[in-house]
C-alpha cells in the first residue's frame, strides 16, 4: 500500500476540494509517513492576453494573495501531525521570461513539480494548451518548454510527462506516431541527464471512456511508458494528483502500480531535497 504522495490539491485551485488540513488527517489515518502538498501555482498575470487566460484555465489556479494563507495552513498541520512528515509544494507551469516570478515562489518552498498545462510556442509567442492545441509540431514544442523548465533547476520531479498525448491531434488515444516517439524518448533522456523523476499519475485514469481498458487511459499512456519502461535506469513515481481525499482510497493507485509493475518499471520514491 502506498504510504507518500507529493501531488496533492485543495480547494485554493478553484477546482478541488478541502482544506491542507482535511488531507493531511486522511494521510495519517491510512498511515502515511509523508505528505506533499502542491496546490497550482500562482500564475503571473501579465503572462499571457486575457484569451490565452481563458483558454488555458487559468483560474483554476491558486491565487498570489491566498498563498502566504496557504504556507500557514500547511505549517498548522506540520505542528499537530508532528508523526508524518509534511512539505511545502506547489505543482507550476513554467513561462521562461517569468523565472524571477517562480523562483520567488520556489524559495518558500520545500519542493516545486513541474504540470505542463500550457506553455509558450517560442516562435508565435503565443500560450498553448497541452490538452487541446497539439499536434506533430507543437508536441516539439512542448518538449523543450519542458527542457528549459529542468535546466532553470527550479524544479524537483514532472508530473504528467504524457499529458500531450491527451488530444494529440484532436484525437483519442489511439494515434501515437513517429514523432510521439521521439518525443517520448526525448523525455526520457531528460530525465536521466538531469536525474529528475518522471510521474506516473493515478488522477489521470479518471477521463478514460473504460477505466478498466488501459489502452483507454488517457495517462498514464500506456504507448508512452511502454516506451519509458525500456530505460531501466529512469526513476519514476507515483503521484496521485488528489483533488479529494476520497482518492487516497481509489482503486486506480492498483491500477497505475500494476501498470508499472507489468512493464517492469521500479517505483521509486520522491525525496524532498529542500
Not at 527542457?147 to 524544479?155: D, P, R, T, V
Request: net charge negative; glycine share 4%.
Amino acid at each position: 500500500m502506498l504510504k507518500y504522495n507529493y501531488h496533492t490539491h485543495m480547494k485554493y485551485c478553484n477546482h478541488a476540494k478541502g482544506d491542507v488540513i482535511d488531507y493531511v488527517k486522511e494521510a495519517h489515518s491510512l498511515g502515511y509517513i509523508e505528505l506533499g502538498m502542491s496546490d497550482h501555482a500562482p500564475i503571473p498575470l501579465n503572462s499571457m492576453t486575457k484569451e490565452e487566460w481563458e483558454h488555458n484555465y487559468c483560474s483554476e489556479n491558486m491565487t498570489l494573495e491566498i498563498f502566504e494563507k496557504y504556507l500557514d495552513e500547511i505549517e498548522d498541520a506540520q505542528e499537530k501531525f508532528k508523526d508524518m512528515k509534511v512539505f511545502k509544494g506547489l505543482e507550476s507551469e513554467y513561462l521562461e521570461d517569468h523565472n524571477i516570478w517562480y523562483q520567488n515562489l520556489r524559495n518558500k518552498l520545500d519542493y516545486m513539480i513541474l504540470g505542463l498545462h500550457f506553455f509558450k510556442d517560442p516562435d508565435t509567442g503565443k500560450v498553448l494548451d497541452t490538452y487541446q492545441d497539439m499536434n506533430n509540431k507543437t508536441i516539439y514544442k512542448y518538449y523543450q518548454n519542458m527542457e528549459n523548465a529542468i535546466k532553470s533547476g527550479l524544479f524537483d520531479y514532472i508530473a504528467h510527462p504524457d499529458l500531450f498525448l491527451f488530444k494529440y491531434n484532436g484525437n483519442d488515444v489511439s494515434i501515437f506516431d513517429k514523432d510521439c516517439e521521439i518525443v517520448t524518448r526525448k523525455i526520457c533522456e531528460l530525465s536521466l541527464k538531469y536525474d529528475i523523476p518522471l510521474e506516473m499519475n493515478v488522477n489521470g485514469i479518471r477521463f478514460a471512456t473504460d477505466m478498466n481498458d488501459i489502452n483507454k487511459w488517457r495517462y498514464p499512456n500506456i504507448k508512452f511508458w511502454n516506451i519509458a519502461s525500456e530505460y531501466k535506469n529512469l526513476k519514476v513515481v507515483i503521484g496521485l494528483d488528489a483533488h479529494d481525499v476520497s482518492l487516497f482510497h481509489s482503486e486506480n493507485i492498483e491500477k497505475v502500480m500494476n501498470l508499472a509493475k507489468s512493464l517492469g518499471i521500479n517505483i521509486t520514491k520522491f525525496e524532498v531535497k529542500k
